[in-house]
């Protein structure tokens, strides 16, 4: 799929407003791939769909997870929204005929965030964050902050932000989001 077809595809499944934020999310990823010694083709692609499935209904994200055998947790079965990245990237396998695998680990894992992953997938989870539609103080430091610090301590910000933001809304935590920076921070990777 070239990248107007995959617009196309993507215009039917969400809102403009969606749409335009996985434009805003490849631009960014784009930007950074250099860094990240990522194939912007495959940024295309994994940027583009991410968010395919973010405005099906809790009961249908059950339903396709379910049909297409993801494994459901009990944080997913409580935050069925959370299956938006799985259940995008078996879309995308199975009826769009993507199948390069760090495309579709970094579509499925772009909420979380995960341990032992592609530099893709870190990438797409980076620029989800800090593209330019969010405006919320702790974004707009990390995309001015983007292309100073090393990719390693940028991932590890996001994940210490993204963290931050769910205890305080008092959001359920996704243990591959732990994990993810578990392994960051036992690599030395850390914070000032
Ligand atoms: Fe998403
Ligand atoms: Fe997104």
């Known amino acids: 799929m070239d990248r107007v077809q995959i617009i196309d595809t993507l215009s039917k499944h969400v809102s403009e407003k969606r ?48 049909n297409f055998g993801i494994v459901i947790n009990d944080i997913e079965q409580n935050e069925p929204i959370l299956l938006h990245g799985s259940v995008a990237a078996a879309i995308a396998q199975n009826e769009l005929g993507i199948h390069q695998p760090e495309v579709l680990e970094a579509i499925t894992f772009h909420i979380t965030g995960a341990p032992k992953v592609s530099n893709l997938t870190k990438l797409i989870y980076i620029s989800d964050f800090i593209e330019p539609g969010r405006t919320f103080p702790e974004a707009v430091i990390l995309r001015k902050a983007a292309f100073e610090i090393s990719p390693e301590l940028l991932l590890l910000k996001v994940y210490n932000r993204t963290l931050d933001f769910l205890v305080q809304k008092n959001y359920l935590i996704h243990p591959l989001g732990i994990a993810g920076r578990n392994e960051l921070l036992m690599k030395g990777i850390m914070e000032d």
Request: some cysteine; proline content about 0%.
């Open 19 to 66: 749409l335009a934020h996985c434009i805003r999310v490849e631009e960014t990823a784009i930007m950074l791939a250099a860094r990240f010694g990522v194939e912007t083709k495959l940024v295309t692609q994994a940027a583009l769909l991410h968010d395919l499935c973010r405005e099906y209904a809790e009961d249908l994200l059950l339903k396709l997870a379910i």
